[in-house]
């Protein structure tokens, strides 16, 4: 059985190149204007309207235990599926959709660089571009969190 190539879109955080399978992104948006929460999670930095859909927006960076920088030209707002639940990612820039073939992929290590190896389904090592971190969207919110940002978009 032949195994699959994935769709990976690359995004920046902190000067580091991410890839996340696009199976899971809906769309990228420019960053508009977050109606903040009281009393959520610090990388929780609110909910925006998008195209009527009320959607809760996680700072990525801060997520990762990274420090929080201000906003660019070059932000975007990766709209993610994550466990059934529309989420906003927002990431210091989105480059690229490549294709990445099995045989490059690698599992992470316990540790890449502070980002917690549950976040990671593994390093991808590209001739064009060195290592790439492979995040799974999925296990970047834990269920508690997720729940709280559903209670948050339903609000």
């Known amino acids: 059985m032949e195994e699959t190539i994935t ?7 902190n000067n580091q190149e991410y890839g996340a399978n696009i199976d899971q ?14 009393q ?5 930095k609110g909910i925006i309207n998008l195209r009527g859909s009320v959607t809760p927006i996680i700072d990525l960076r801060t997520r990762l235990g990274m ?6 030209e070059q932000t975007r707002v990766l709209i993610a599926n994550v ?5 906003g990612l927002i990431v210091d820039e989105a480059t690229d959709v490549i294709d990445i073939s099995p045989e490059v992929v690698d599992d992470a290590p316990e540790l890449v660089k ?3 190896y549950r976040y990671m389904k593994g390093v991808a090592k590209l001739a064009d571009r060195g ?14 969190e997720i729940n709280q940002v559903q209670q948050v978009a339903d609000e």
């Open 67 to 72: 420090k929080e920088t201000e906003p660019t």
């Open 40 to 44: 959520t999670s610090d990388f929780i």
């Open 83 to 87: 466990r059934d639940v529309q989420v």
């Open 114 to 116: 502070g980002v917690d």
């Open 25 to 38: 992104i809906r769309s990228i948006e420019r960053l508009e204007d977050i109606v903040s929460l009281p």
């Open 7 to 13: 769709k990976t879109i690359i995004f920046k955080l």
């Open 131 to 144: 290592m790439l971190l492979l995040l799974d969207l999925d296990y970047v919110l834990s269920l508690d």
